[in-house]
């Protein structure tokens, strides 16, 4: 099936919706699926974004923007993550869980998320919530591949574009170690000292006082000519130990035993 025709086919689906929400992160497919409901739906339409420590402010300030940029409305509801401190292999579920509930709680129309068809090639519990409390996930149903997703973005003028994929601040502890509001932080605050050097996709991984940095392999070099003041800074936050992952970024890392199972 062409691009096209997937286009076409997912924004004549959108018209047919009467006052539809966005569960909105301000990531790549969030932020087009937002879009292109603004675009094919002259109804009244809301973002709802959820406010958590698992997600950075950086994230929470890009979503104002565009909603205020675009006339969207937007929601914003706190979400606590009490249900999800312990950390266990089901983790994401729960957490998917609760933040959706929280979500139909403060709206009670049809709501949509941006759950694209690379998505189930991966290790995905969350899915298992989204499917119980019957959201959305159009650009999985109309089969738009992450790549699709790009080139689209681009033809909407969308600076998301060309942005790298972010998950919850969760996903960087290994299962089993318990989460916090202070870990989330230094979390947080350790991927900042890398966005401020321009990294286009990364991610901290968390083993005690150890960090483990993924970047792409084409940046290991930028790494090593910034490693003095990474080092310090990481340090300065706390972590005794910077390693570099040779094997690179790679998304669900932690999931990788879990799949091997």
Same mark, same amino acid.
């Given at each position: 099936?062409?691009?096209?025709?997937?286009? /076409?086919?997912?924004?004549?689906?959108?018209?047919? #919706?009467? /006052?539809?929400?966005?569960?909105?992160?301000?990531? @790549?497919?969030?932020?087009?699926?937002?879009?292109?409901?603004?675009?094919?739906? *002259?109804?009244?339409? @809301?973002? #709802?974004?959820? $406010?958590?420590?698992?997600?950075?402010?950086?994230?929470?300030?890009? %979503?104002? +923007? =565009?909603?205020?940029?675009?006339? &969207?409305?937007? *929601?914003?509801?706190?979400?606590?993550?009490?249900?999800?401190?312990? /950390?266990?292999? +089901?983790?994401?579920?729960? !957490?998917?869980?609760?933040? =959706?509930?929280?979500?139909?709680?403060?709206?009670?129309?049809?709501?949509?998320?941006?759950?694209? =068809?690379?998505?189930?090639?991966?290790?995905?519990?969350?899915?298992?919530?989204? #499917?119980?409390?019957?959201?959305?996930?159009?650009?999985?149903?109309?089969?738009?591949?992450?790549?699709?997703?790009?080139?689209?973005?681009?033809?909407?003028? #969308?600076? %998301?574009?060309?942005?790298?994929?972010?998950? !919850?601040?969760? %996903?960087?502890?290994?299962?089993?170690?318990?989460?916090?509001?202070?870990?989330?932080?230094?979390?947080?605050?350790?991927?900042?000292?890398?966005?401020?050097?321009?990294?286009?996709?990364?991610?901290?991984?968390?083993?005690? $006082?150890?960090?483990?940095?993924? @970047?792409?392999?084409?940046?290991?070099?930028?790494?090593?000519?910034?490693?003095?003041?990474?080092?310090? $800074?990481?340090?300065?936050?706390?972590?005794?130990?910077?390693?570099?992952?040779?094997?690179?970024?790679?998304?669900?890392?932690?999931?990788?035993? &879990?799949?091997?199972?």
């Amino acid at each position: 099936m062409s691009l096209d025709v997937k286009f /076409n086919n997912l924004k004549k689906y959108l018209k047919t #919706l009467k /006052n539809p929400a966005v569960a909105y992160s301000g990531g @790549v497919d969030s932020t087009f699926l937002l879009k292109v409901l603004k675009i094919a739906n *002259k109804d009244k339409i @809301v973002a #709802l974004t959820a $406010n958590s420590p698992l997600f950075t402010q950086r994230e929470l300030i890009q %979503t104002k +923007n =565009f909603c205020l940029q675009e006339g &969207i409305e937007q *929601k914003i509801i706190e979400i606590d993550i009490e249900k999800i401190k312990k /950390n266990p292999k +089901n983790r994401c579920y729960i !957490c998917k869980k609760n933040i =959706f509930e929280q979500l139909k709680k403060n709206y009670q129309g049809i709501i949509l998320e941006g759950s694209n =068809f690379d998505d189930l090639k991966q290790y995905r519990p969350g899915k298992k919530a989204l #499917l119980e409390l019957g959201i959305k996930s159009p650009l999985e149903d109309f089969q738009l591949t992450k790549k699709e997703i790009r080139i689209l973005s681009q033809e909407l003028g #969308l600076k %998301t574009a060309g942005q790298g994929s972010f998950s !919850c601040l969760a %996903t960087r502890f290994c299962y089993g170690d318990t989460i916090n509001k202070k870990k989330l932080k230094k979390v947080e605050l350790g991927e900042e000292i890398l966005h401020k050097l321009n990294f286009s996709q990364f991610r901290l991984r968390i083993h005690k $006082n150890l960090v483990r940095i993924e @970047v792409l392999g084409e940046d290991y070099k930028k790494i090593i000519d910034n490693k003095d003041y990474i080092i310090k $800074n990481l340090k300065n936050l706390g972590f005794n130990y910077i390693t570099l992952d040779l094997e690179g970024f790679r998304s669900g890392s932690f999931d990788e035993d &879990i799949k091997q199972q």
